[in-house]
C-alpha cells in the first residue's frame, strides 16, 4: 500500500481546513440566531424546514402558486431592492429570479408616468391608503417600453411600520395598441363623417328612427342636429310618407340596399333641392343599422340640363351657319372669276369663323361690341388707335346680332383696305355705338370714314353690299344707311335694342 | 500594493446565495451582499440567489446545512458565510475585499419614486 504523497495530504488538508470552517461559520450563525431554516436529510431527499413554524412545502406551494399567476409580482424592501419576483415577473422583464433578487428595481425597469401629476399622486395614495392603482411605462433595460397596469399596496411589519412594496403588473402593451389603432381609426372615421359633403344618416331598422346624422345633413335640410335625431325619414321630407318609409326598409331587408335617383326634397326653408339616396343595411356588432347617405344632386342636375340646352343650340346654330355659309357662297360665286371667287370667299369664311370664335368663347351667350370690332379688324389692329377709332359704351350683342354685325364690319374693313380711308396713308375710319335715350331705345352703330380717296357708289349690287346691308338688317331686325359722301363712306346701323342687344 | 488590489477585483467573483424564499433574513441577506457586489464588485462579479424551497437538491448538492448561505465558488478556495450578510466588515474581509475602495455610491440606484 502506497501512502499518500505531500502534496496530496497538503490538498486533503486544505479542504478540511475549509469544511471546517463553514461548519463553524454555520455554528456561528446559528448561534448568533441569524439562520431562519436548515436542511434535513430524509429517506424522502433534503427537506427544508423553517425556524418561523412554517414548513417549507407550504413555502413551496405559496411559490408555486405566485408562480401560476399570469400578472408580474413584485416585492421591494424598503431601500427598493427585490426580494421576490415570480416566474411572470421573470418572463416580462426578461431575467431570471436568481439575478433579479437582491438587485435595485431601477436596474431592471425604468419608470416613466403617462401624464404630469400622476407620479405625485401615486405618492400621496400610497402615503394616505397604502395602496395605489394606475397605468404607467416600464423600459426595460433593452430598450423595450411596457405598458402595465399595477397595484402597489405597502407591506408592512408586525409594529406597523412600512417594510417595503408589493406591485402586482399587468402587461397591456398589446391591449393599448389595439385600443390606440381604434382610437385612430375611430377618428379618422369620426372625421370623414363629420367633414364629408354628403348627407349621412343612420337609422335604427326597428323604429325607422335616426339615430345619428352628420353636420351637411343639417347643413342639407336646415334641421339642428337634435330635432333629426329621433324622427323618420318621411318627417324630414327624404320620403313621401310612412308607407314609404316602410316599403324602404322592406326592401332594405331582402337586398340590403335600396337607390333613389332624382328624389325630390323639400328643406324646413322650403327649398327644392333634387337628391340622390343610397341606403345600406348593415350589421353593427350583432345588430343591423340602416346608413343613408344622400348627395345633393341640384347642381349636377342643373348642368345637365345647360349641356343639354346647348347641345340643341349648337346644333340650332351649325344649321344656321351652314346656310350662311351656303348663301355667301353662292352670292360670291355670282361675281369674278374662280380665283377671285375661292380668295373673297375665303376671307368671308375667316370672317364668319372670328364671329363664331367670339361666340363659342362667349358660350353663346353674347358679344362684346367692343371684341366684335377688335376680331373683324384683326388685320389693322396696328391702326386701333390711330387711324381706326372705336368708341361705344360696354354693350353685349346677341349671338345673331353678332353674326350679322360680324359679318358687315369684315366687309367694310375689306372695302376700306381696297377702295376707302385704309387704302391711303391718311384715312381714318371712326366706329361708334351707343343706346339712344328714347321711350324704345334703339342700338345705333356706325361706320364712318374721311380723308380717304373719293369714292362712288358701286354699279352693281354685290354680295359685300349684300351682308352690309340686307343682311345685317335682318340680323337685328332694323335699318342700314349707306352713303358714298364727299368726305367718305358712311354705314350706319340702327335697331330696336331689344333685336341687338341682350 | 496598488496593482494587487487591481488583480484581486479585477478576477471574476462568483457568488452563489441560497435563501428560503422570503424569509425576513434571506430578504435581508439578498440585500446585504447586493450592496456589498454593487459597491465593491461592480461589474466583476456573477451573483446567483437560489430559493432551496424550490431547489431542495441544489441545497444538497453543495451540503447546505442552514439558510441564508453564501458561497464564493470562485476565485478558489472555496468560502462560505452563513446568516443574514448584516456584517460586511466579516464578508469583506473574508472575500478578501477589506482594503478595495468602493466602487460605486448606491445613490444612483435610487428606486421608483413611488417608494
Known sequence: ?502 | MEAAIAARVSTVCVLRLYVTGSSPRSVRAISNIRKICDEYLQGCHELEVVDITQHPMLAKSEQILAAPTLIKMLPLPSRRFVGDMSQPERILLGLGLRDVPKRTSLAGNAGPPYR
Open chain 1, 1 to 502: 500500500m502506497n501512502s499518500p504523497s505531500k502534496s496530496a495530504l497538503i490538498a486533503e488538508l486544505g479542504e478540511l481546513r475549509t469544511r471546517l470552517e463553514g461548519a463553524e461559520e454555520t455554528l456561528r450563525a446559528i448561534r448568533g440566531g441569524e439562520v431562519d431554516a436548515f436542511v434535513i436529510e430524509s429517506a424522502a431527499g433534503p427537506q427544508v424546514y423553517t425556524l418561523q413554524g412554517q414548513d417549507a412545502e407550504a413555502s413551496r406551494i405559496r411559490g408555486e402558486m405566485l408562480a401560476q399567476v399570469s400578472d408580474a409580482v413584485i416585492a421591494v424592501d424598503d431601500e427598493m431592492r427585490i426580494f421576490y419576483l415570480n416566474a411572470a415577473a421573470e418572463r416580462l422583464y426578461g431575467l431570471a429570479a436568481s439575478h433579479g433578487l437582491g438587485q435595485s428595481v431601477s436596474k431592471i425597469y425604468e419608470l416613466r408616468w403617462l401624464h404630469p401629476g400622476d407620479e405625485a399622486a401615486a405618492q400621496t395614495a400610497l402615503c394616505e391608503r397604502g395602496e395605489w392603482r394606475g397605468e404607467n411605462v416600464h423600459v426595460r433595460p433593452d430598450g423595450r417600453e411596457l405598458n402595465v397596469e399595477s397595484g402597489i399596496t405597502v407591506l408592512r411589519d408586525i409594529a406597523g411600520q412600512p417594510t417595503g412594496l408589493l406591485a402586482v403588473i399587468r402587461d397591456v402593451t398589446e391591449r393599448k395598441a389595439r385600443e390606440d389603432k381604434v382610437l385612430v381609426s375611430e377618428t379618422r372615421y369620426r372625421r370623414l363623417f363629420e367633414a364629408a359633403h354628403d348627407g349621412v344618416l343612420i337609422v335604427d331598422p326597428d323604429t325607422r328612427k335616426i339615430v345619428e346624422a352628420n353636420p351637411f345633413m343639417t347643413q342639407l335640410l336646415g334641421y339642428p342636429h337634435d330635432q333629426l335625431v329621433g324622427k323618420e325619414l318621411y318627417q324630414i321630407g327624404l320620403l313621401k310618407d310612412e308607407a314609404a318609409s316602410q316599403k324602404m326598409v322592406r326592401k332594405l331587408k331582402r337586398t340590403s340596399q335600396v337607390r333613389y335617383e332624382d328624389l325630390p326634397l323639400e328643406n324646413q326653408r322650403g327649398q327644392h333641392q333634387e337628391v340622390e339616396v343610397v341606403a345600406n343595411l348593415y350589421d353593427e356588432s350583432g345588430h343591423p343599422v340602416i346608413q343613408c347617405n344622400i348627395r345633393d344632386i341640384t347642381e349636377r342636375k342643373r348642368t345637365e340640363e345647360h349641356v343639354r340646352m346647348l347641345m340643341a343650340e349648337v346644333n340650332h346654330r351649325a344649321k344656321n351657319l351652314l346656310a350662311v355659309v351656303q348663301a355667301v357662297a353662292v352670292q360670291t360665286a355670282k361675281h369674278g372669276d374662280a380665283a377671285t371667287f375661292v380668295s373673297r370667299l375665303s376671307e368671308r369664311i375667316v370672317g364668319l369663323a372670328a364671329g363664331q370664335d367670339l361666340l363659342v368663347s362667349n358660350q353663346w351667350q353674347g358679344v362684346e361690341v367692343s371684341d366684335l370690332v377688335t376680331a373683324q379688324l384683326a388685320h389693322f389692329k396696328d391702326l386701333i388707335g390711330t387711324r381706326v377709332l372705336l368708341a361705344g359704351p360696354a354693350a353685349r350683342l346677341t349671338p345673331d346680332a353678332a353674326q350679322g354685325i360680324g359679318m358687315a364690319l369684315h366687309e367694310l374693313a375689306t372695302n376700306a383696305a381696297k377702295y376707302g380711308a385704309l387704302s391711303n396713308s391718311e384715312g381714318r375710319v371712326r366706329i361708334t355705338w351707343h343706346v339712344t335715350a328714347e321711350t324704345k331705345p334703339r342700338f345705333l352703330m356706325s361706320w364712318l370714314e374721311d380723308n380717304g380717296p373719293k369714292v362712288v357708289a358701286p354699279a352693281r349690287v354685290g354680295f359685300g353690299q349684300i351682308v352690309i346691308g340686307r343682311m345685317a338688317e335682318a340680323a337685328v331686325q332694323g335699318v342700314a344707311e349707306i352713303k358714298y359722301g364727299d368726305t367718305g363712306f358712311s354705314w350706319n346701323l340702327s335697331a330696336p335694342l331689344k333685336n341687338a342687344l341682350t
